[in-house]
Structures are given as structure tokens and as C-alpha cells.
């Protein structure tokens, strides 16, 4: 028997093999395609919709654009810790940090608050309100659709009166639920001092 | 007639302590001078106020109307004069304010006009009217679910696409320390017969089964006494059902007497169940039959810091504090009481609540009675809580879950199907206060559920908002685009013209016509040097922009008299 | 005025960590006993000695923790962890092997894991093993011999003590191997049959092993009943045992029999006290059935095949690798759910 035919022997089961595991791999492409959204509209999805800026770009989609692209994941204050811990989990990178320079993470939801006896009607906040939260006309009180506002507070700045507050979201019997149970014991010594603000 | 009886998975055996409070018949407290009554008493809708301050109002008189389906009508317990519609805490373990009416009693009790069903209709029986007319009955005298839910009595009777095989009424009240039902079933059995046969008519069922369990065999006795006397619908059977808690739970109820289970997102009226507390159907009787509103209930008062512990009818809306002060209680320290019974039951945050549709029991409690909970401990997965969870949940994957926060997993393994029953917490060896973490997950997925709703929506509403930004920018454009168009057109006719024109017409009206222009434009450049100037002076950073507007304007002034020179130089050359 | 204000349920059945570990502890009893009766006072000092070392080592990590030292000595699991390390080391196993093994044991595969619950391998048998894969020697050949065995007093309590505390290897006569060990030379050198097998174990119930072996399930009887813990892990491994035992195992000449694989080594002990432990076993009742007959065909195979007399250890800890994905697998059928849950939650 000739080398070759040994050679020859030798590659058909071969190429029957990579012949084979081609078609399966490529049945796999088919048939388990995954339909994925394209990553900035998973990492819009992430981001809270308040279309504040305060990352700098002019709403949330931009920055998830922006983050695709590969700015850094820290520039959302009202998105906070866990929008931040929820974009690194999705690209498979280190949480940081939030970037203190575009702001803090506030502890309670804010809702603007236009105190309707002093607006004089510019209309100004309402074209700042970048998820046309106000309602109003030219010369006419202006007033706040409380469940639409985001708490983006874009519409304080532009007021010539001031009569914009940003006031907390209080709690009401129907979204009041039970604490989680607190137990130093549970917390390990490092976590303890973080939580409680004095070392143990 | 015998029924198999199915049997739940898990369940428990907490001492009953039921005993102290049935030595005494079921009792009324004196009349309290002020009755607070909060719009919400019910699951659902809160009721809105129809009466002012200052509006005297007769008992019996619908003070908040009912706000769609799912909700119920508030009555006025006695008559008074109302003193005041303002926040105040009630009987919710939050401590939050909510809207409350308070009456002033005024001691005369004077009803308001009540007439009963019949009268009403002018009817002699059930079957004559329509059920709607009935249910309307029952909604309007503001009956919701008196078993601790609240749930709108004649919301669950309306018809739906299922037909009802069976009617339950729940007289289980597996809980312990709470006898309000079981006092109700051995003083009032007739009513609670009478109440069960209105809604097994209303129901449409074929069989009505009314289940105690077997700890209460007086109030057993009491509804088969009744059941012969009263000689009503054969298809009304008493079932004895063993002492296991929760037998009392819906969910577990329907499954001990049908075997079937309710679907996870699904209501008893899927699989043709309709359940019904005991003390509902009492209050349904009373209000078919007598005309009354749900005023009053049962309320048990019980725990060693209770010197007369027993059962009271007591009216809606009286001051916690009024019905201690009638029952003995003796304040503790550290102060505890908890509205429902030891398993179920929330401690109340603050002392002058009302008692409201759903107070089944006020629990004082000692400490040596029920001691307070010590120091949690690790879980060592012993599996107590596996054994004991009558939902077939895995109660301590649950707390791991809700304790890591992964929220996923959690309803992943199905967190949403506890019903917070208290079994788990019951028998873990650990101590952990289980059902509290899983009701602070739920919470927090319901919370980031709305979040996510709601950024949804702010998400939408910025993407239109853009567009619409975009639409008007691009129309704007399209309206310049349209414009300068016409503009161009029209200049290109005009020049077409002036050439015309200017090949015809004489070159002395063309001097004339650039002298005039001349005038023109000179006018132009003094008034651009004047605004250019007063920029200057004014030091501002447009004075560059008007220096070279000037400059053009000159350029302009030159050519035309250039032109001029060049016309009258051909002039010169024709003459 | 505020009252006080706590989440429901507000009673509890009184029950408490500390008395599911000592229920356990006092289950033991009954085979302590019988060890110490036929095999002398060795198991009773390594059970002192461990007790000592573990609450020493679980008090020295708990400080340096920064966690409460007394709350958590008090909830027993260290003593637990060190009676089931006295029980199931040789009775002449010298005293350093014994802290060792203990001290892995807290420190590495409790403490360090966060401590109690929090462990995912049963911390006694990782102790075990770390001892037996490192000291072969010293485990294999400690074993006391009982009278029946050896035809020799046992040794007095000085003489155990003396030989745990000075490491010196005990005379052949007092000592040996366990009769699984035993069993197993005597195949590969091809020399058994019925008649030896009488000869070597001085026939049925003779030799204390079995005794002892009877004993732990009496306790774990006793567990069962006051419902420490359930059947399923228990019944699955000694079912899942036999089977293997009188599948593969029927020639007596060439495998060790069905008796003594259930009635001698660790088999007991391992099925009612060490498999079933809750930290780190499987916790879904049909979790629990394939956690145990998986514990219960390591055995088999491990005993069989492997080189080391006695196997529950290995397959305990094997298994412990596999509880969190069995468990997830077996979650039961909620209550209104047509289909169990399986797995994990599928990512959105």
C-alpha cells in the first residue's frame, strides 16, 4: 500500500468528521439563533428613562449609544449602584463607582412640584420637560402630571420665578411593604461597619 | 351524602388557644362617643365621601359611596353628627395615614330608613328577583369579606364565564387564638344557614358546603341543629374537616373539599369554587333579610394582657382604645397587640386605630405568652419549612434568595405563591423571620416592577417627544426650503422682466431709476454706519458683523453708481 | 405612642438549632455505647479530644471573624461536627491526627465558608478526608479489634489513652484493619470463601461492627421519628447500596457481601447522621432520594474499587458537589402549578 493511500485513508474520515460537525454547527446557527437586540437598545432597557442629562448627553438612549460605543458606565445618577452593577453584568466588565461629577444617587424618587400660584406661564419649563411631563399654555398656569415626571428636575433651572420644587415621592398604604428584617448577627464585620457607619 | 376529604401538602399544629375566649356569649360594648372610619376597609378602590363636616348623619346611612366594582359603600354605625373627614392612622401594619370620616355619636342610635329586600321590591321570594337586583342588595350595603381579606362580597357572585359547582363557606378559622366565627356558628348558626342558602342561590352551585374544623364541635353542632330546623336547601351539607393549620387559606380549603387547586394566576371561580367566610354570609342574611349595612361585626378579644377575653359585636369604626377599655386590658411593656390571631395577624403601630370590616380579633399578648422573637440564627437548611409549607414552595431557597436579593431566582421559585401563612417561620429551628423577608421581596419586585413600567412609559413619551421635535424642525425646513423656491422664482421673473423692460424702456427713465436706487441705497449705508456705530459705542460683539454689513452696503452704493456712469456714458456716445 | 411592631407569625413551636444538634448528639448514643463496649475507650477520648479542639478552633475563628463568640459556641453545630469526627476516626488514631482533621474541619470547611449553614461540604467528612488522603497509615491500622476478633482483652482506658496521646503504634494484637479492609485483601489474594469468611469475622453479630451498625440505625430511627430529619436520604442510600451490592456484588468470592457492606464500616453512622446533614445535602424531597442513592452507589464503588477501606466520606463529599444543581432540578410542584420548575431562570 502506498504512503498516499494511508494519507488518503487517513483524511476521509477526517474530512467526513469536519464535513459533518460543519453541517451540525451550522444547523445549530439556524435553529438556536439567538434574537438579540442590538446592545444599546439592551443597555437603554438598563438605564432609568429619566432623560435628565446629568451623564452629559441629551437622554437616555444617547447614552446607551454612547456606551456601545464605550464611554464609561458610571455617569448615571438616578440609574445608581445597581444600574451600574446591571450594565457591567451585561458587557461583561467591572462595575465602578458612580462618577460623583455627574451627581448623587438621591435615597427617595423626586417628582417636580410647580407651585401654581407664582407661575406666570413662559412655558419654559415645559419645553425643558424632556418627556412632556407639564402640561399648560402661554400666559396660563403650568402643572405637573405627577405620575409622567422622572424627577429629572431639567424643568427647575429654566423658571424665571422659581416656583419649581422637586419634592419626594411618599409612601402610601398601597406601595408600603415590610422592611427586610435587620440583624447585625447576619452581617459579617466588614459589611457592619459600611452599613452602621461605626466599626464593630 | 359523604364527601371524600383531599389533604393539602404541609401544614401545622400550633397550640389553639382558642378556649379562653368561648366561656363568655358573645357580647356588645357600650356606645363610643366618636367613630372613625376610614374609606378603605376593603380590598380595592377606597370609597369616596358623600357627607361634609358638620352633616348630621342617621345610622345606617351611606356616608362614601362605592368607586366601581371593587369596592363597597361606607355606612354611617350610629347616628351623629361628622366631626371631621381628615388623615388619620388605621388598621394597617404601615402606620400610615389614611383618609378617615369621624362621626360624633350622638347617642340616640336614630336609623335611617332601611326597608329589607322584600320591601324594597315588593317581592315575597329569593327567586322572583333577578339576581342582579340582589347582588346590587348586597354591594350597596357595603358586605366585604369579613375573614380578614375585605374582598367585595358581590363582586365574587357575579356571573362569569364559569359556571359554579360548588359554594364554600369557610367557617375553618384555623388561626390560632381567633373565635369570632366559631361563636358566630354557635349563636347565629340560623343566620349563617340563611346567609349560605341566599348565596348558594345567587351562586347557581349544586352543592354548598359549609367546612369547620373538627375543634369546633359545639358550633358543629349548632349549624346541624339549625340545618333541621330550618329544613332549607337539601344541597347545604356541613363538612367537619381535620384541625390543620391552614385549612382555613382559600386555597387550602377548596383543595381539602374538592381536591382540585386553585390556578397560581387564576380565582376559586376558575375551577367553578366560590368561597365564603361565615360571618359573610351572616352579614348578608342580616342585610337581605333586615336591611342592615354592614355596621357592626364580631370582633374577639383575647391574649393573657385581656382580662375579659371573649367575643364582642362591636360597631365599625370603634376606637381601639374604647374596646380595650370594655375588655380589661392591662398595657404591657413593651407594648404589643396584634389585629387577627398569632400566626397571620400584624401588630398595630399605634394604639387609637378604629376596628374596621376586617378586625377579626385584637390579640394582646404578654411576653411570657408569646415571647418575643430572639436573635435569628444561621439557616441550616434542615428542611422544617419544606415539610410545613403548605403552598409546596421551598420556603428556605427563598430566604436565601430574597436575603442575596435575586430577585430572579426568587419567582423563579415561585415567591409570588406564598401566602405568608407563617408556617416556615413557625417551625424554623433558626428563628428567621421568613415570611417578613419574603414580604419585603415581593415588595421590592412589585416596587421595580411599576419602575420598570413607569420608565417604560418616560421611555415613549421622550422617543415621541423627539419625533415630534424632529417633525416640526423638518416641516419648519420644508416651509424655508418652499419659500426660498417661490423667492428664487420670483426673482429670476423680475430680473426676466427688468431686462425686458430695460430693452425697451428709454435711458433716461433707466438714469432715473438708478438715481432713485442711488438715493436708496445711500440711505442704507448712513443707517448701517449709524447702528455700526452705536454698537461700537455700546461695546458690543455684533459690531464686527454690522462693520461688515456697512462694507457691503458700500460695495453695493459703488457698483450702482458705476452703472449710472456707464449708462450716461452711452448716452453721451449715442447723442 | 409607638407600639411594637413585628411581622407575622408571632408564635413559634419552640424548637431551636441548639436542640436539633443535640437530638443528633443524644441519637448517637446509643452506638457510642456499643463502640466503647467492644472496642474499648478509644472513641469516647477522640470524641473528648475533638470536642475540646473544635470549640477551640470555632472560638479562634469566630474572634477573628469579628463574629459573637458565645451566640455561635452555643448553637452546638461545632460540638456536632467534633462527635461525628470522634465516631467515625479509628479509636487509636493519635491525637495530632485528630486536631488536624478537626481544625480543617471548623476552620477551613465551615468557618472560612461563613460558617454555620453556609458550609458547602459537610465539614466532619472534609476533615476525613483531608486525614485519610494524608495518613494512610494512621487510619488504616488504628482500628481497635474487639474480643471477639482478636481473642484479647480490650485495652484499658490508660493504655488508649497513652497510645492516642504518644502516637505510638498499639501491638498488632489490639489493632488492624476494619473487616471491610479485610474482606477486600482476602479477594484480592483470592482466598475466600464461606469458611473464611466465618472464620475472619467470628461469625454473624459477633464482632461488634455490626453491633455498632445496629445501634446508629436505632438512633437514626430515633431521628426520624422526632422528624430531625426525613426518610427519603436514609432509605435511598442503603436501598441504592444493596442494589449495587446484590447486582454487581451476588459472587461472594470476588465481592464483598451484602452484610457486611450494610452492617460494618461507616455505613449507619454515614446513612442517618453524615448524609443526611442539612447544610450541605439536598433539601427537595425527590432532591433528597437522588442525593442519597447517589451517596449510596459512590459507596458502592468507591468500597469496591478504590483503594481506601471505607468510602462514605468520598461519596458523601462527592455528592455535596452536586446538591445546589440537584436541588435546583427538583423543586417540588407548587401548589396551583401544573409543572414543577426546573433549573435555573431563563436569562429575560
Redesign the interface.
Known amino acids: 500500500m502506498s504512503m498516499l493511500w494511508i494519507l488518503l485513508l487517513a483524511a476521509i474520515p477526517l474530512v467526513i468528521l469536519a464535513m459533518f460537525s460543519g453541517a451540525l454547527l451550522g444547523f445549530a446557527e439556524v435553529r438556536f439563533k439567538v434574537e438579540g437586540n442590538p446592545i444599546a437598545d439592551q443597555l437603554n432597557d438598563i438605564l432609568p428613562q429619566t432623560q435628565c442629562g446629568q451623564c452629559g448627553y441629551p437622554g437616555c438612549r444617547p447614552y446607551a449609544e454612547a456606551i456601545a460605543a464605550g464611554e464609561k458606565i458610571n455617569k448615571c445618577p438616578p440609574g445608581g449602584e445597581s444600574t451600574i452593577a446591571a450594565i457591567a453584568d451585561l458587557l461583561g466588565v467591572e462595575p465602578e463607582p458612580l462618577d460623583a461629577e455627574h451627581g448623587v444617587e438621591d435615597d427617595v424618587p423626586l417628582v417636580a412640584f410647580i407651585r401654581e400660584e407664582e407661575c406666570i406661564g413662559c412655558t419654559k419649563c415645559i419645553q425643558a420637560c424632556p418627556v412632556d411631563a407639564i402640561v399648560g399654555a402661554a400666559k396660563q398656569m403650568h402643572t405637573v402630571i405627577s405620575d409622567e415626571c422622572t424627577g429629572c428636575d431639567l424643568c427647575v433651572e429654566p423658571c424665571p420665578v422659581d416656583c419649581i420644587d422637586m419634592i419626594p415621592v411618599e409612601t402610601t398604604i398601597n406601595d408600603w411593604f415590610w422592611q427586610a428584617p435587620s440583624n447585625n448577627l447576619e452581617l459579617i464585620a466588614t459589611d457592619r461597619q459600611t452599613v452602621t457607619g461605626e466599626p464593630s | 351524602m359523604n364527601l371524600t376529604l383531599h389533604r393539602f401538602h404541609g401544614g401545622i399544629h400550633p397550640a389553639q388557644n382558642k378556649e379562653q375566649s368561648t366561656h363568655q356569649p358573645i357580647k356588645s360594648i357600650p356606645l363610643p362617643s366618636q367613630l372613625i372610619l376610614p374609606v378603605r376597609q376593603h380590598s380595592g378602590t377606597p370609597a369616596k365621601p358623600i357627607v361634609s363636616v358638620g352633616d348630621s348623619v342617621l345610622k345606617g346611612q351611606v356616608i362614601a359611596e362605592a368607586v366601581g366594582h371593587r369596592s363597597v359603600p361606607i355606612h354611617a354605625p350610629s347616628s351623629g353628627v361628622v366631626s371631621a373627614i381628615e388623615d388619620r392612622t388605621t388598621s394597617h401594619p404601615s402606620g400610615l395615614p389614611e383618609l378617615c370620616i369621624i362621626i360624633d355619636t350622638d347617642g340616640l342610635e336614630q336609623w335611617c330608613e332601611h326597608p329589607n329586600l322584600f320591601n324594597k321590591t315588593d317581592c315575597q321570594s329569593l327567586s322572583d328577583l333577578p339576581n342582579e337586583e340582589i347582588l346590587e342588595h348586597i354591594q350597596n350595603s357595603g358586605i366585604a369579606g369579613l375573614g380578614g381579606a375585605g374582598f367585595p362580597t358581590a363582586l365574587k357572585l357575579y356571573k362569569t364565564k364559569h359556571h359554579t359547582h360548588t359554594l364554600i363557606i369557610n367557617g375553618a378559622e384555623c388561626e390560632p387564638y381567633i373565635t369570632a366565627d366559631d361563636m358566630l356558628m354557635r349563636e347565629r348558626a340560623d343566620h349563617v344557614i340563611q346567609g349560605a342558602q341566599i348565596l348558594l342561590h345567587l351562586s347557581e352551585a349544586k352543592r354548598c358546603l359549609i367546612a369547620v374544623e373538627d375543634n369546633k364541635p359545639e358550633a358543629i353542632r349548632a349549624l346541624h341543629e339549625s340545618l333541621q330546623v330550618l329544613k332549607v336547601n337539601p344541597a347545604i351539607q356541613i363538612v367537619s374537616i381535620p384541625t390543620v393549620y391552614p385549612s382555613g387559606g382559600e386555597k387550602q380549603l377548596i383543595k381539602i373539599l374538592t381536591g382540585e387547586e386553585v390556578p397560581t394566576d387564576g380565582i376559586p371561580a376558575d375551577i367553578g369554587v366560590i368561597c365564603q367566610n361565615v360571618g359573610t354570609a351572616a352579614a348578608v342574611y342580616r342585610a337581605v333579610y333586615f336591611g342592615e349595612p354592614l355596621i357592626s361585626r364580631i370582633t374577639t378579644a383575647t391574649g393573657d394582657a385581656i382580662k375579659q377575653p371573649g367575643n364582642y359585636e362591636v360597631l365599625i369604626g370603634t376606637p381601639l382604645p374604647h374596646f380595650l377599655e370594655h375588655t380589661g386590658y392591662i398595657a404591657q411593656q413593651p407594648e404589643r397587640i396584634i389585629a387577627g390571631g398569632s400566626l397571620m395577624g400584624f401588630t398595630l403601630p399605634e394604639l387609637n386605630v378604629p376596628l374596621i370590616k376586617t378586625s377579626n380579633c385584637i390579640l394582646a399578648p404578654t411576653t411570657s405568652e408569646l415571647p418575643l422573637n430572639d436573635l435569628a440564627m444561621e439557616c441550616i437548611r434542615c428542611g422544617q419549612c419544606v415539610s410545613a409549607c403548605p403552598q409546596g414552595l421551598l420556603p428556605h431557597q427563598l430566604y436565601w434568595f430574597s436575603k442575596a436579593q435575586d430577585h430572579e431566582k426568587a419567582e423563579q421559585h415561585n415567591i409570588f405563591d406564598c401566602i405568608e401563612c407563617g408556617a416556615c417561620s413557625f417551625v424554623c429551628p433558626s428563628h428567621i423571620p421568613l415570611v417578613q423577608y419574603y414580604r419585603h421581596t415581593k415588595g421590592e419586585i412589585r416596587t421595580e416592577r411599576l419602575a420598570q413600567q413607569k420608565s417604560e412609559i418616560a421611555r415613549q413619551r421622550y422617543e415621541n417627544r423627539n419625533e415630534r421635535l424632529a417633525r416640526i424642525e423638518a416641516e419648519r425646513a420644508a416651509a424655508r426650503e418652499a419659500r426660498a423656491k417661490a423667492k428664487a422664482e420670483a426673482d429670476a421673473l423680475r430680473e426676466k422682466q427688468e431686462a425686458e423692460a430695460a430693452a425697451t424702456a428709454s435711458p433716461d427713465s433707466q438714469i432715473e431709476d438708478l438715481e432713485r436706487k442711488i438715493l436708496a441705497q445711500q440711505d442704507r449705508v448712513t443707517k448701517a454706519q449709524k447702528s455700526h456705530q452705536a454698537a461700537q459705542e455700546a461695546n458690543l460683539d455684533t459690531a464686527d458683523i454690522l462693520f461688515k454689513a456697512v462694507e457691503k452696503q458700500q460695495t453695493k452704493l459703488q457698483q450702482l453708481e458705476q452703472e449710472l456712469i456707464a449708462l450716461r456714458n452711452n448716452v453721451t456716445q449715442e447723442n | ?13 419552640n ?3 441548639t ?2 444538634m443535640l437530638t443528633v448528639a443524644l441519637a448517637t448514643l446509643p452506638g457510642l455505647f456499643v463502640l466503647t463496649g467492644f472496642f474499648g475507650w478509644g472513641t469516647l477520648i477522640n470524641i473528648a479530644l475533638a470536642s475540646v479542639t473544635a470549640l477551640a478552633f470555632e472560638a479562634a475563628t469566630l474572634k477573628l ?4 463568640v458565645s ?1 455561635y459556641l452555643k ?1 452546638g ?1 461545632a460540638l456536632l461536627t467534633a462527635l461525628l469526627l470522634g465516631l467515625a476516626l479509628p479509636p487509636f488514631t493519635p491525637y495530632w491526627v485528630t486536631i488536624v482533621a478537626v481544625g480543617f474541619a471548623i476552620v477551613f470547611a465551615k468557618q472560612l465558608y ?5 458550609n458547602p461540604f459537610n465539614p466532619a467528612m472534609a476533615g476525613y478526608a483531608l486525614v485519610l488522603v494524608s495518613f494512610p497509615v494512621q487510619l488504616t491500622t488504628t482500628w481497635a479489634l474487639s474480643t471477639q476478633m482478636s481473642g484479647q482483652e480490650v485495652l484499658s482506658f490508660a493504655e488508649t489513652a497513652s497510645a492516642i496521646f504518644t502516637g505510638l503504634p498499639v501491638a498488632d494484637a489490639y489493632s488492624g484493619a476494619t473487616p471491610l479492609d479485610v474482606y477486600k485483601n482476602l479477594i484480592s489474594s483470592g482466598t475466600t470463601d464461606s469458611a473464611a469468611n466465618q472464620n475472619t469475622f467470628n461469625g454473624w453479630l459477633n464482632g461488634g461492627w455490626e453491633w455498632a451498625n445496629l445501634a446508629f440505625l436505632a438512633g437514626g430511627l430515633f431521628l426520624l421519628y422526632k ?2 430529619i ?1 426518610w427519603h436520604i436514609p432509605v435511598s442510600m442503603l436501598i441504592a447500596l444493596s442494589l449495587c451490592s446484590l447486582i454487581i456484588g451476588w459472587d461472594q468470592d470476588l465481592y464483598t457481601p451484602l452484610s457486611l457492606h450494610l452492617l460494618s464500616g461507616a455505613t449507619m453512622l454515614g446513612a442517618f447522621y453524615i448524609a443526611t446533614d ?2 450541605s ?1 439536598s ?3 425527590r432532591g433528597k432520594i437522588i442525593y442519597g442513592a447517589g451517596v449510596g452507589v459512590l459507596l458502592y464503588v468507591i468500597r469496591t474499587w478504590g483503594t481506601y477501606p471505607d468510602a462514605v466520606a468520598f461519596a458523601v463529599l462527592l455528592m455535596n458537589f452536586a446538591a445546589p444543581l440537584i ?1 435546583s432540578w427538583t ?7 401544573k409543572k414543577a ?1 426546573r433549573g ?2 431563563k436569562a429575560n
Open positions: 405612642m409607638a407600639l411594637l411592631t413585628i411581622s407575622s407569625p408571632h408564635t413559634h413551636n424548637n431551636s438549632t436542640k436539633v471573624r469579628q463574629r459573637p451566640f448553637d453545630s461563613g460558617g454555620l449553614g453556609q422528624r430531625i426525613t442539612p447544610a445535602a433539601t427537595t424531597p436541588d423543586q417540588p410542584r407548587t401548589y396551583g402549578h420548575k435555573l431562570p
